[in-house]
């Protein structure tokens, strides 16, 4: 039980339709400790996303190991350990909120938890009382992205994969979603891997933050974030806090060149 | 309640106002034009010629109504669920779409008209060549548009189904078939009048029953007020059950994007 996420050596290569080898990983190393927060910081194209699909086993890395929890993707996939949330919902629309949550324990019924949580509790974690039997079209983007979350972690997973999950709502909802999501954290404690190409929604959410280059020749550069878990919106305004997302942007410009 | 049923009656008159109003003006205008250009009526009937022939031989008419309907509606859910089969087997592996594939255009291509005399000659004169016929005419739409719908599923979804080590029938059953229903009913749409094409032209061909046969018989005879009542009574027969179709469509489809009127707050 550490939970942990370890990346060793792991490279990817694209080949494009005119025969041309993309490298978008090369020999990527890390681990993120038990419970720990995560951001990956990067501009779009370098990678951040093949890197969490690698993580999650959907993808075969060309070279490198992956560990979750001790496991390899694969089996981590079968014990039910990962919970994936994208920047799309993804939920489905025939499916109420009550069953689209319901959808992870509902396959590889192999595996099944009595440390689950109820659908009953998820819904309520997530703030979404009395919309149990609405349908996904009948909610606004913020409360989509709630039953995103609440179906990502019915299952209880070790780790959570977020890809860009706020991306595409509107400032007011997600300044009040990383809060949320925060708390939330805070009473299910998984390891989060976090990718995001906002800076200061890296700094506000993470223990640490990885800046991802450009081009996979470069090297990834480290933030730690010294604010403490708790955070606060006052905190925000704090000048470590902006130091941080400073030198989060530096190193993502530096990088970028 | 009152208002309630107020209200339903302004929403029945805003889908059947327009048509009728249409249908009305289309009428009128045939109906002028027949009589006042004198036309024969062996060569076009007025309107009102074909409403009294159909009305005084409402029984022969209902009854061949029926059988006809029958073959198209067997047909259409032998041809449906075929094709339905098909599908989920082709969805399965490239390598089975690519093989199967052509088999499934060559079943399209083949004038129905070339072999319905073939089938009466094979299956006799009974039902079972209309069935085939209109399960042949049926089959292409349905099989293509559920391979689309199903190969059209979110690859979100799918990615977190597989991130779960869902298998391969769990995706299917839980995501990809029922993604396919907007498209499955399109192609009933598309398929619904097809059939109900495939057993007039198989009736043409064999037995005395149905409204093919019955426009047959009034083509040998010259009697264009039977074959337009003929005709008719087709064209009522498409409307309703294309309406069915939609109807169907309306309750099944309320999370699709094409039913969505009102209800958004997103």
Same mark, same amino acid.
């Given at each position: 039980m550490n939970n942990r996420i370890e990346v060793y050596n792991v490279s990817k290569s694209y080949v494009s339709k005119n025969g041309v080898e993309n490298k978008v990983l090369n020999s990527v190393n890390f681990v993120i400790k038990h419970s720990e927060f995560v951001s990956i910081v990067g501009?779009?194209?370098?990678g951040k996303t093949t890197l969490l699909k690698i993580i999650s086993g959907l993808l075969p890395p060309d070279s490198g190991t992956v560990v979750i929890d001790g496991d390899s993707p694969e089996i981590s996939q079968s014990k039910k350990h990962i919970g994936y949330m994208f920047q799309?919902?993804?939920?489905? =629309?025939?499916?109420?909120v009550y069953d689209n949550i319901r959808l992870p324990t509902e396959v590889n019924k192999a595996i099944t938890d009595e440390h689950y949580r109820t659908i009953e509790e998820l819904i309520s974690l997530v703030g979404l009382?009395?919309?149990?039997?609405?349908?996904?079209?009948?909610?606004s983007g913020g409360m989509r992205q709630r039953v995103s979350l609440a179906r990502a972690l019915s299952i209880n997973p070790k780790v959570l994969l977020m890809d860009e =999950?706020?991306?595409?709502?509107?400032e007011i909802t997600r300044e009040t979603m990383h809060y949320e999501l925060l708390e939330l954290l805070d009473k299910t404690k998984p390891t989060v891997l976090f990718v995001t190409h906002n800076s200061t929604e890296a700094v506000l959410l993470s223990d640490r933050v990885f800046v991802m280059p450009k081009s996979a020749a470069g090297a990834m550069k480290i933030v730690n974030v010294?604010?403490?878990?708790t955070r606060s919106e006052k905190m925000e305004s704090s000048v470590l806090f902006n130091q941080l997302v400073n030198q989060v942007r530096s190193s993502y410009k530096c990088v970028k060149t | 309640m009152r208002e309630d049923l107020i209200n339903r009656a302004k929403q029945s008159l805003y889908w059947i106002g327009p048509p009728v109003v249409v249908f009305a003006l289309v009428f009128a205008l045939w109906e002028i034009s027949v009589r006042v250009s004198e036309i024969e009526p062996y060569l076009l009937p007025p309107p009102s010629r074909i409403i009294i022939e159909v009305v005084t031989n409402i029984s022969e008419y209902c009854l061949n109504t029926l059988v006809t309907m029958g073959e198209a509606i067997g047909g259409f859910i032998l041809g449906a669920a075929v094709a339905i089969i098909g599908a989920t087997v082709m969805y399965q592996s490239r390598f089975l779409e690519r093989g199967l594939l052509p088999l499934a255009i060559l079943i399209k291509v083949t004038p129905i008209i070339a072999i319905a005399p073939l089938f009466v000659i094979w299956?006799?004169?009974?039902l079972l060549p209309k069935l085939l016929i209109a399960a042949i005419i049926t089959f292409f739409p349905v099989l293509v548009n559920c391979l689309a719908g199903m190969r059209a599923t979110s690859s979100d979804i799918t990615d977190l189904l597989k991130s779960l080590n869902a298998s391969k029938f769990e995706i299917m059953i839980k995501a990809s078939f029922p993604n396919s229903y907007p498209y499955l009913l399109s192609s009933f749409k598309i398929a619904i009048p097809l059939a109900v094409i495939g057993a007039v032209v198989a009736e043409w061909f064999s037995g005395d029953r149905g409204l093919g046969s019955m426009i047959i018989r009034a083509n040998n005879n010259l009697d264009m007020p039977q074959l337009f009542g003929a005709v008719f009574m087709l064209a009522l027969m498409g409307i309703l059950l294309t309406t069915l179709v939609l109807y169907i469509e309306k309750k099944l489809l309320f999370w699709h994007d094409s039913q969505k009127v009102e209800n958004d707050i997103g």
């Amino acid at each position: 039980m550490n939970n942990r996420i370890e990346v060793y050596n792991v490279s990817k290569s694209y080949v494009s339709k005119n025969g041309v080898e993309n490298k978008v990983l090369n020999s990527v190393n890390f681990v993120i400790k038990h419970s720990e927060f995560v951001s990956i910081v990067g501009p779009s194209g370098c990678g951040k996303t093949t890197l969490l699909k690698i993580i999650s086993g959907l993808l075969p890395p060309d070279s490198g190991t992956v560990v979750i929890d001790g496991d390899s993707p694969e089996i981590s996939q079968s014990k039910k350990h990962i919970g994936y949330m994208f920047q799309d919902p993804a939920l489905i =629309p025939w499916r109420t909120v009550y069953d689209n949550i319901r959808l992870p324990t509902e396959v590889n019924k192999a595996i099944t938890d009595e440390h689950y949580r109820t659908i009953e509790e998820l819904i309520s974690l997530v703030g979404l009382n009395g919309f149990e039997y609405h349908y996904p079209y009948q909610l606004s983007g913020g409360m989509r992205q709630r039953v995103s979350l609440a179906r990502a972690l019915s299952i209880n997973p070790k780790v959570l994969l977020m890809d860009e =999950p706020f991306g595409s709502l509107d400032e007011i909802t997600r300044e009040t979603m990383h809060y949320e999501l925060l708390e939330l954290l805070d009473k299910t404690k998984p390891t989060v891997l976090f990718v995001t190409h906002n800076s200061t929604e890296a700094v506000l959410l993470s223990d640490r933050v990885f800046v991802m280059p450009k081009s996979a020749a470069g090297a990834m550069k480290i933030v730690n974030v010294n604010l403490g878990r708790t955070r606060s919106e006052k905190m925000e305004s704090s000048v470590l806090f902006n130091q941080l997302v400073n030198q989060v942007r530096s190193s993502y410009k530096c990088v970028k060149t | 309640m009152r208002e309630d049923l107020i209200n339903r009656a302004k929403q029945s008159l805003y889908w059947i106002g327009p048509p009728v109003v249409v249908f009305a003006l289309v009428f009128a205008l045939w109906e002028i034009s027949v009589r006042v250009s004198e036309i024969e009526p062996y060569l076009l009937p007025p309107p009102s010629r074909i409403i009294i022939e159909v009305v005084t031989n409402i029984s022969e008419y209902c009854l061949n109504t029926l059988v006809t309907m029958g073959e198209a509606i067997g047909g259409f859910i032998l041809g449906a669920a075929v094709a339905i089969i098909g599908a989920t087997v082709m969805y399965q592996s490239r390598f089975l779409e690519r093989g199967l594939l052509p088999l499934a255009i060559l079943i399209k291509v083949t004038p129905i008209i070339a072999i319905a005399p073939l089938f009466v000659i094979w299956f006799g004169f009974g039902l079972l060549p209309k069935l085939l016929i209109a399960a042949i005419i049926t089959f292409f739409p349905v099989l293509v548009n559920c391979l689309a719908g199903m190969r059209a599923t979110s690859s979100d979804i799918t990615d977190l189904l597989k991130s779960l080590n869902a298998s391969k029938f769990e995706i299917m059953i839980k995501a990809s078939f029922p993604n396919s229903y907007p498209y499955l009913l399109s192609s009933f749409k598309i398929a619904i009048p097809l059939a109900v094409i495939g057993a007039v032209v198989a009736e043409w061909f064999s037995g005395d029953r149905g409204l093919g046969s019955m426009i047959i018989r009034a083509n040998n005879n010259l009697d264009m007020p039977q074959l337009f009542g003929a005709v008719f009574m087709l064209a009522l027969m498409g409307i309703l059950l294309t309406t069915l179709v939609l109807y169907i469509e309306k309750k099944l489809l309320f999370w699709h994007d094409s039913q969505k009127v009102e209800n958004d707050i997103g």
